[in-house]
């Protein structure tokens, strides 16, 4: 390999150039890389002019006064040992990403199951107003019917608009707006009264492999149930028939 044409060159010189030669060589050399876009400092990532309008090469940590200087620099032994040394920490990093990945990969392949079944579609149910004989609270008692049912019985939680996800927000925003547009014909004045999806509470009840359903209660007037979750009280309290398969689930609104 011939390197006397190289900037910096120190095989091959043939001879001790004088100083002016020497900067015309690196002038004529500086012209040329500027013409092949060499000196790319936009660029160059290691590359950037200080607030004295100095350029440093942040890989080598060296300052240079002047674009010729910064493009010897790029030339010279020094700078490529350090881009081989920052090529060779790049890759270890890669290869250490690489293996982090395959890890994991094989931490989520073994460890967690994927839980998929056939869907078999919505449940049968049904929603029928109550009231306490004794205290004329009201409530709700839902009914749902799981013949099929594959898990040991199923499970419900009560959802407020914010927790739905924004597909089923989305969902619950229609239903509302249509259940006031089914009203607006009858008592156009009452517009005030017009639901919001944040009027309404999700009761969602999932069993596998039925598809989840949600029924929109009214949250105009609280809940009677007790503080603690999972615990029954007289006006709040659910019940898994095993021999029937029915589920039942009973809500009354503090009078
Ligand atoms: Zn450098």
Redesign the pocket.
Known sequence: MDYSNRVNSKKGAGGIASAEDQNVHSKKRVQELLATHILDIDNDP?VFRNHLGILE?K??L?THNNESSYIS??G?R??HL??ERRRILDEKSRQQQEYQQRVQDQVSISNVEKRHWKKIGKPEYKVVKVRDPKTLQLGILITVKYPNISVDEPFFRLMSYFELTSKNQNASMKFVQNQNQDGDDEDAEDAEDDLEPSDVQYLVLSAEPYDNIAIIIPNKNEIDKPQEEDKMSDTYWWFWDNDTKEFFLQLMYKS
């Open positions: 290691y090469c890989l080598c060296t620099h790029l010279g020094k700078h350090n881009l």
